[in-house]
């Protein structure tokens, strides 16, 4: 019975999550359990949670020693999803660069913003490469609330992001988290829940949350995008944010810091990001500092005088274009 219980509070959303270095025994079990939570949660799938017996464990376990991207990125946003080590950077970045949780925190309301604004263009199916650890509001969420049946594959290649997030996004067939690396996007498209929810003779939404800054050169994002791009239907919508090189002392010593940090990232000018895009058609605004690429409309009655970025926020780009 206590396992039964621990394993609801590491799978289902429920305030009560544990965070010790018990819930690989939980989590990396395969579980039978009831047809639904105690705690009046959604519906597991078929009464197990689903996808746990093919995950990477060995790797999981070989990661708890280094520093997550996902699993640092989710810290600063107030996620406890997280080892020491994580914690570790996230407070060094947040002690010693004050303010620079800005960083987390106006991509991911940007990536948001991507997925209402795809779901207004009538998408109604979206692969988020890099997706990260589930975060209070997901990609899904967004969509499902102008599209009540979008159909979502979250791709990671971090073991422990995708064990998460297959115990908690996953909620029902239209939706799947994908383990695979972001460089290869042949993988992706073979992998059989991607052959199953997308269509690509339809629109299709591709998000690319700042997981392009972490391909080096020699991995060519340009590529990636592009041959991407090559197999999307007419309309489709393809979203880059990257961190984009300092143009300060404290966002060179950023740069310097992340790089040193997670041992991997790519910062690049502007114009190079803008060119990841290809023959697709930019989008207004165009590219923009995260916090202000579409903003959300000023509240009735509230000044809409733009406020200037602070230096953190000014360091991720985004943009979004069009298939013509």
Known sequence: MLMESRAYTCIVRCERL????????????????????????????????????????N??????????????????????????????????????????????????????????????????????????????ENVHDVLRRKVPDARVVYVDNDPFVVAHGRALLAIDENIAVVEADVGDPAAIREHPDVQRLIDFDEPVGIIFGVVLSFLDDEADPAAVVRDWSQRLAPESRVYISHFRTGRTREAVATERKIRDAFGVGTWRDEEKIKSFFGDLELLEPGMAPCARWRPEPPAPGTDPVQKDLSIWEDLIVAGMARKR
């Open 59 to 136: 790797a999981m376990r070989a990661r708890q020693s280094r520093p997550s991207v996902a699993r640092v990125y989710s810290y600063v946003l107030g996620g406890r999803d997280n080892y020491g080590v994580d914690k570790d950077v996230g407070d060094f970045f947040m002690g010693d660069l004050p303010g620079s949780e800005m960083l987390a925190i106006t991509n991911r309301q940007a990536i948001l913003r991507a997925a209402r604004d795809m779901a207004s263009d009538g998408i109604r199916q979206v692969i988020d490469m890099g997706c990260g650890l589930p975060t209070d």
């Open 18 to 57: 544990l965070h010790t270095d018990a819930i690989w025994n939980d989590l990396l079990s395969w579980f039978r359990l009831p047809a639904s939570c105690p705690c009046d949660h959604r519906p597991l799938v078929h009464g197990r949670v689903k996808g746990l017996r093919d995950l990477n464990i």
